[in-house]
C-alpha cells in the first residue's frame, strides 16, 4: 500500500507550488543510472514485497552514502539492488521461516544468498560491468544477511541499508503482516533485530529517529487524536 502521495484537502486555500524550490536536500531523484540494474532485478524480486523493500532499502543506502565518504555508491548502489534476489529461488512457503523471531532456517538463509551472488553476478554481466566491481558486489551479496561483520565499508552500508528498512514505515507495515504483529510489537521485534547490528554512526541515529517515530504512532494519545 502506497502512502498518501495526493492531498485531501488544500486548507490554506490557494496553491503554493511556485513557492516551493524544485530541488532540496534529502530528496532524492529516481534511479537514474541504476535503473538497467532494478530492471533486470525486479523479475526476482516479487516474493513478499522484496520489490518494494529493496526499493526503500535504495533509498536509505543512497542517504547512507551520503554520510559515510568513504563509501562507493557505485558499489554499494548495485549491490542493494540485487542483494535479495535470491529469495526467489526458495520456495515461498519457506521464506518466512528462514527468518522467523523463533530462530528461523539459516540454511535458507544461506541459500537465497548463495543464488542471490549468481543472479547478481549474471545480471552485471549482462549490463557490461567491470570484473572487480561485479566480484565486490556478488561477495557483499554472497554473506549479506549470515555474516553479522562487515567484511568492507560498502559491505557496511549495504548490510545496514537492509536492516533499517525494517524500521521505516514500509517495514514496519510488512512485517506486522508477516507475523501477525500489531505496529507496537513489530517496533519491538524489529528494534531488537536492528539496533545492536549496525555498523556505521548513521545508520544508528536514522534507526533510532525511525523506532521513536513509530513508538509515537502507538501511543494512547496519539491513537485517541486519530479517532
Given at each position: 500500500m502506497l502512502p498518501k502521495?495526493?492531498?485531501?484537502?488544500?486548507?490554506?486555500?490557494?496553491?503554493?507550488?511556485?513557492?516551493?524550490?524544485?530541488?532540496?536536500t534529502g530528496v532524492?531523484?529516481?534511479?537514474?543510472?541504476?535503473?538497467?540494474?532494478?530492471?533486470r532485478a525486479r523479475p526476482y524480486l516479487g516474493v513478499r514485497d522484496n520489490?518494494?523493500?529493496?526499493?526503500?532499502?535504495y533509498g536509505i543506502a543512497r542517504t547512507l552514502c551520503e554520510a559515510v565518504p568513504e563509501a562507493d555508491a557505485e558499489v554499494v548502489l548495485p549491490?542493494?539492488?540485487l542483494h535479495d534476489t535470491g529469495w526467489s529461488q526458495v520456495p515461498e512457503d519457506l521464506v518466512l521461516h528462514a527468518i522467523s523471531p523463533r530462530g528461523g532456517r539459516p540454511e535458507l538463509v544461506l541459500q537465497h544468498e548463495r543464488e542471490g551472488a549468481r543472479i547478481a553476478e549474471a545480471v552485471l554481466e549482462e549490463l557490461g560491468y567491470g570484473r572487480e566491481l561485479i566480484t565486490e558486489v556478488s561477495d557483499i551479496v554472497l554473506t549479506h544477511d549470515s555474516m553479522r561483520e562487515a567484511k568492507s565499508v560498502n559491505d557496511a552500508v549495504v548490510k545496514d541499508a537492509d536492516k533499517v528498512w525494517r524500521l521505516t514505515p514500509h517495514g514496519l507495515d510488512t512485517v506486522m503482516d508477516w507475523f501477525g504483529l500489531d505496529r507496537a510489537t513489530a517496533n519491538r521485534l524489529c528494534s531488537w533485530r536492528v539496533h545492536d547490528r549496525l555498523h556505521t554512526d548513521a545508520?544508528?541515529?536514522?534507526?533510532?529517529?525511525l523506532s521513536a517515530i513509530a513508538s509515537v504512532d502507538s501511543f494512547p494519545e496519539r491513537i485517541e487524536l486519530a479517532r
Open positions: 502521495l495526493l492531498p485531501l484537502d488544500n486548507q490554506y486555500g490557494s496553491a503554493v507550488d511556485d513557492a516551493i524550490p524544485l530541488e532540496a532524492l531523484a529516481m534511479l537514474g543510472p541504476h535503473r538497467e540494474i532494478w530492471e520489490d518494494a523493500h529493496t526499493l526503500y532499502a549491490a542493494i539492488l545508520a544508528r541515529h536514522l534507526a533510532l529517529g
